[in-house]
C-alpha cells in the first residue's frame, strides 16, 4: 500500500476485555515498531521487529501487552485483560533496512484505545 | 542509552514569521540520525527532515531547516515563514546508525501558528 495502515481507528472497550490492534506496513519494510503514546505525552517504546530475528520486547509494559508479526508483514498488537491506564494512541511505524542502514520511520495513522 | 530532551512543551509564532525549535541529545555514538516529526491533530506522524550525523552540512527541506551542531549535541529546527498548517506536536528523534531499533524520540514541543 502506498503508506502504514492501522485498524481499527478508535476502539472503545470494557475494562477486563481483550483487544487487537492491527497494522500493516509498508511493503518491503523489514522492520516495524509499535508506540504508545498517552495525552500529550511522547512515544513509548512497545515492541520492534525486524525480519526473522527475535523480537524485542523491552518496552511492553506488562505481560498484558504481546505482540505477533505473521510472515514478515501484518502485525497484531494485543492487550489482554484491558485496564483503564491502557487508554491511549497506539501508533505502528515501519522503515526499511538498506545497504546504508535503516532509513527513517513512517507511521500509520494510530488506534486510539478507551478503555471504560 | 541514548536520551532526546525537548525543552519547550509548548511554542507560538505569528503567521509568517521563523520559529527554532530546541532539541539535544546525549550519546556516546559517533555515527547517527537525526529526525524531526511533525504530528498534526490528526495524529498521523509524518517527518519533517533528517540528518546524517556524519554530514557537517546542515539539512534543508524547503521551509525547514536544521542547525546541527554535532559537538555540542544540539539538534534544532527552524521553520521560516510559518504557515498555519504548521501548527503541531513536534518531535526529535535519534537513531544509531546500525541497529534499526535504536531509535529514541524526545517529549515534544506543541507549536501553535497564530494567524
Known amino acids: 500500500g502506498a503508506g502504514v495502515s492501522q485498524s481499527p481507528s478508535n476502539k472503545v472497550t470494557e475494562k477486563g476485555k481483550d483487544v487487537e490492534l492491527r497494522c500493516d506496513p509498508i511493503s518491503g519494510h523489514t522492520a516495524l515498531y509499535w508506540y504508545r503514546q498517552s495525552l500529550g505525552q511522547g512515544l513509548e517504546f512497545l515492541i520492534y521487529?525486524?525480519?526473522?530475528?527475535?523480537?524485542?520486547k523491552s518496552g511492553l509494559p506488562s505481560d498484558r501487552f504481546s505482540a505477533e508479526r505473521t510472515g514478515g508483514s501484518v502485525s497484531t498488537l494485543t492487550i489482554q485483560r484491558t485496564q483503564q491506564e491502557d487508554s491511549a494512541v497506539y501508533l505502528c511505524?515501519?522503515?526499511?533496512?538498506?545497504?546504508?542502514?535503516?532509513?527513517?520511520?513512517?507511521f500509520g495513522p494510530g488506534t486510539r484505545l478507551t478503555v471504560l | 542509552a541514548q536520551t532526546v530532551t525537548q525543552s519547550q512543551p509548548e511554542m507560538s509564532v505569528q503567521e509568517a514569521e521563523t520559529v527554532t525549535l530546541s532539541c539535544t541529545y546525549d550519546?556516546?555514538?559517533?555515527?547517527?540520525?537525526l529526525f524531526w516529526y511533525k504530528q498534526p491533530p490528526s495524529r498521523q506522524m509524518i517527518l519533517v527532515i533528517r540528518?546524517?550525523?556524519?554530514?557537517?552540512q546542515n539539512a534543508t527541506e524547503n521551509r525547514f531547516s536544521v542547525n546541527f551542531q554535532k559537538a555540542a549535541k544540539s539538534f534544532s529546527l527552524k521553520i521560516s515563514d510559518s504557515q498555519l498548517g504548521d501548527t503541531a506536536m513536534y518531535f526529535c528523534a535519534f537513531m544509531k546508525h546500525e541497529t534499526g531499533n535504536q531509535f529514541y524520540f524526545g517529549t515534544g514541543t506543541s507549536l501553535t501558528v497564530i494567524p
Open positions: 540528518q546524517e550525523a556524519y554530514k557537517q
Open positions: 550519546t556516546s555514538e559517533n555515527n547517527y540520525y
Open positions: 521487529f525486524q525480519g526473522n530475528s527475535a523480537p524485542d
Open positions: 511505524a515501519s522503515s526499511f533496512q538498506g545497504l546504508a542502514g535503516f532509513g527513517e520511520q513512517f
